[in-house]
T-cell receptor, first 115, second 113 residues
Framework: GAVVSQHPSRVICKSGTSVKIECRSLDFQATTMFWYRQFPKQSLMLMATSNEGSKATYEQGVEKDKFLINHASLTLSTLTVTSAHPEDSSFYIC???????????FGPGTRLLVL | DAKTTQPTSMDCAEGRAANLPCNHSTISGNEYVYWYRQIHSQGPQYIIHGLKNNETNEMASLIITEDRKSSTLILPHATLRDTAVYYCISRPYSGGGADGLTFGKGTHLIIQP
């Protein structure tokens, strides 16, 4: 149990376009979902926290108008990278927190390449 | 979250026990120790967590010193698939996974055949 999926697993887009990444908890309801970003040879950095039905909380330095997060249900959160630029190329990973459990379950990640 | 210190990299022979140390000398009384690992190009995977007692599950054992200033993750019989970056994180219990995780640089464990 406790499986988190992401779609797509890999995406290549042109500079200036928008890309949507989906994160789903497949067999449990996630009270909270998190979005992380990981650049090559670096560690994961928390971008934002989203709770179902409310606005996401962004970490310092993360532009909320550029990285749009929607958490419409207890099993789905989406991250939209708007007007993507080459510097947004990265590995985007979501995780989900389970009600009354302390651990977080991570998705497999989405590799974004902006040309 | 309390700062943790881990060695940058470690080697271990396949089939032997891998012992990964973590120093968390500034840990406070309400902070747990968590271990996650990340295999190359995948999302992190939860391994184990504990407060002050030693813990064991199907993946690993966690040994926490009595003063809680350091801990060791033990993979009892390492396989090549255990090659990954292992992250030790200390943070308060938040219930329902309500807080994001702060990842350090972790230890790159390489299992040698």
């Amino acid at each position: 149990g406790a499986v988190v999926s992401q779609h797509p697993s890999r995406v290549i887009c042109k500079s200036g376009t928008s890309v949507k990444i989906e994160c789903r908890s497949l067999d449990f309801q996630a009270t909270t979902m998190f979005w992380y970003r990981q650049f090559p040879k670096q560690s994961l950095m928390l971008m934002a926290t989203s709770n179902e039905g409310s606005k996401a909380t962004y970490e310092q330095g993360v532009e909320k108008d550029k990285f749009l997060i929607n958490h419409a249900s207890l099993t789905l959160s989406t991250l939209t990278v708007t007007s993507a630029h080459p510097e947004d190329s990265s590995f985007y990973i979501c995780s989900a927190g389970r009600v009354r459990q302390e651990t977080q379950y991570f998705g497999p990640g989405t590799r974004l390449l902006v040309l | 979250d309390a700062k943790t210190t881990q060695p940058t990299s470690m080697d271990c022979a396949e089939g032997r026990a891998a012992n990964l140390p973590c120093n968390h000398s500034t840990i406070s009384g309400n902070e747990y120790v968590y271990w996650y690992r990340q295999i190359h190009s995948q999302g992190p995977q939860y391994i184990i967590h504990g407060l002050k007692n030693n813990e064991t599950n199907e993946m690993a054992s966690l040994i926490i010193t009595e003063d809680r200033k350091s801990s060791t993750l033990i993979l009892p019989h390492a396989t090549l698939r255990d090659t990954a970056v292992y992250y030790c994180i200390s943070r308060p219990y938040s219930g329902g996974g309500a807080d994001g995780l702060t990842f350090g640089k972790g230890t790159h464990l390489i299992i040698q055949p």
